[in-house]
């Protein structure tokens, strides 16, 4: 079983708003697995950021700094 943290219905409205007419199953699943995996990398860089401030509370600050 697949765990979804980020649901396939939001997939579908960010291509829709980026102007798609239909958005297939496989594509919605394509884009929630690339999101995924950047927040991932993101959020482990802001976690170090966070640390090396002496915080273990991420912050706004940090997600935005990792995000570079």
Known sequence: MVKRLLPL??????????????????AKI???NVLEEIAEE??????????HAGRKT?????????SK
């Open 9 to 26: 219905a939001a997939m579908e409205k960010i291509l829709k708003k980026a102007g798609a007419e239909r958005v297939s199953d496989k």
């Open 30 to 32: 394509a884009l929630k």
């Open 42 to 51: 993101i959020g482990a860089k802001a976690v170090k950021l966070a640390m």
């Open 58 to 66: 991420v912050k706004a600050g940090d997600i935005k700094l990792a």
